[in-house]
């Protein structure tokens, strides 16, 4: 192993962040993990990571600490107080907070290392992809912060992404996190009618997609939705749970704009999350619309 290589501590270990340590792992890293329901890191002990018992004994030792956590008051409960990252964090070590947190929940973790401990270079870096991609190492990295850390840390984003952005300073990336998720939400809550549409006109999904295939509408990602509205296999890639969420933090980040289209997003998904549907993959829209 390369001496260059910083050691890595990733927190929070969903889909995205096993992925993340299971690709860390597959390139050499030394890397530390904890989860709050520690079984997630099985696999990835396994594998060769060193478990920690609370997130200071994880970061502690690490030259990096990746966060990717379910939302920003999750955040803020492993960041603080005597078991939290901060206080295992050595002195001058840099954390990449990955998660979707919003633009209140990000100024929130800024101010919070501001404060408590100025001495950490705190990268705001939401990542654009989903589950299979992070998986294959093929998101992307939209980052903001220092970018004087970058060849601590560029390493380290090469081996669980294929590109990463930066985008200023930190807060930034977390602001454009929430353009892109509406974006593709805004073509997820699309295709799932329009399909919906071409049936009731006695079309396929298939004639539908044929009919788009090799032109410019026809996005990668849509036909993997039409996959799913195809087999019925809903296994989520993004959770439709999140996926509201992530909505909804955009609504308040764009509270000043009209919005009509995402707020009628935000209210249709929020019944189907009502309905039962919130843990299967957000392209689950299109059953939840045809089951009404």
Known sequence: MSQQQPIVAVL??????????ANLIKKGFTTRVWNRTATRA???????ATLGQTPREAAEGADVVITMLADAKTSLEVYQGDNGLLAGLKQGGIIAQMGTLGVEGT???IALIKQQRPDVVFLDAPVSGTKAPAEQAQIVVLASGDRDAAPVIEPVFAAISKATKWLGEAGRASKMKLVVNAWLIAMMEGIAESTQLAEELGFTADDLWNVLEGGPLAAPYI???MEMFKSGDYTPQMQLTWALKDINLALDAGKNLELPVMKRISQTWQSAVDGGYGDQDLAVVYRYLGNK
Do not use: E, I, P, R
Not at 12 to 21: I, K, T, V
Not at 42 to 48: E, F, M, N
């Open 42 to 48: 099985d696999s990835l002990v396994a594998a060769g």
């Open 12 to 21: 929070g270990l969903g889909a995205m962040g096993h992925a993340f340590a």
């Open 223 to 225: 036909k993997g939705k």
């Open 107 to 109: 100024g929130s973790l």
